[in-house]
């Protein structure tokens, strides 16, 4: 594969699992020195561990995005380590869902605490460290929920809206500083948070899991799921030199879920 990113720094959230995980290890196969940033250990181990067996430099750190003093120590840690960020993946998230009448307060706070909240301080956090660099790449992981929504989705897609709107407003800021800042939205990927999704919400609308996974794979043009290595490749794309000129979008990468 090419080394597209020989020694550049890239930081993920969430990358102990699914997207994020998948990204960490397109990144090590082109070179990169990656760290994988979680709360997840095990997760988190496994995915260094995979970092380092294709050939490249890995740093697993345990990092809440729901806390900002939690962010502040582990990109100052890559800054120790590396001393630059070339990349973020702004990857940790979580589902919530269940009908609207029944969302409790609370739940739907911590959904807008790791998805959102967490994001915002991701991009804030690293933004004055890339300023300084007059150069970066932000890609953040809104949903296909971002865009379009269904029942019982409200809290998890007011969450991802919000993500495009925070990506195009940081595009706009940091733009002027070298710094492109795009979103990416999957639609469902076969992670392990889409198949406990696909539990919880099959099993209330009386299906089992693998039923609601192939109605939701009908749904797209490709009657298919996504991987998370074909997201992965996106996000690898558009923080390569051939994206430099590409910036505040949010793109669909739903096997034609919009189409349908």
Not at 20 to 28: N, Q
Not at 61 to 69: E, G, I, P, Q
Not at 102 to 113: C, D, G, L, Q, W
Not at 174 to 198: D, E, F, Q, S
Request: glycine content about 10%; some cysteine.
């Amino acid at each position: 594969m090419d080394q597209r990113f020989h020694d550049h720094v890239v930081v993920i959230t969430g990358a102990a699992t699914g997207i994020g995980a998948a990204a960490a290890a397109r990144f090590a196969a082109e070179g990169a020195n990656v760290a994988c940033l979680d709360t997840n250990e095990a997760g988190n181990a496994a995915t260094v561990e995979a970092v380092l067996a294709a050939g490249s430099r890995g740093l697993g750190l345990s990092c809440d995005v729901r806390s900002r003093d939690d962010q502040e120590a582990a990109f100052a840690a890559v800054m120790d380590e590396w001393g630059r960020v070339d990349v973020l993946v702004a990857s940790a998230g979580i589902f919530g869902g269940g009908p609207l009448a029944e969302v409790p307060v609370e739940r739907f706070e911590n959904i807008v605490a790791v998805n959102l909240t967490g994001l915002l301080v991701s991009n804030s956090v690293v933004a004055p460290i890339m300023t300084a660099q007059h150069r970066g790449t932000i890609v953040n992981i809104s949903s296909m929920a971002g865009k379009t929504s269904w029942p019982n989705s409200a809290e998890y897609s007011a969450t991802k809206s919000g993500v495009i709107g925070i990506t195009r407003s940081a595009a706009m800021e940091l733009g002027p500083h070298g710094i492109t800042v795009n979103a990416v939205c999957p639609g469902n990927t076969l992670t392990a948070m889409v198949r406990k999704v696909a539990t919880e919400v099959g099993s209330s609308l009386g299906m089992t899991a693998d039923e609601w996974l192939e109605m939701r794979a009908n749904d797209t043009a490709l009657k298919r799921l996504a991987q998370p290595e074909e997201i992965a490749g996106t996000i690898a794309f558009l923080a390569s030199e051939d994206a430099r000129y590409i910036t505040g979008q949010a793109i669909e990468i739903d096997g034609g879920l919009v189409l349908s």
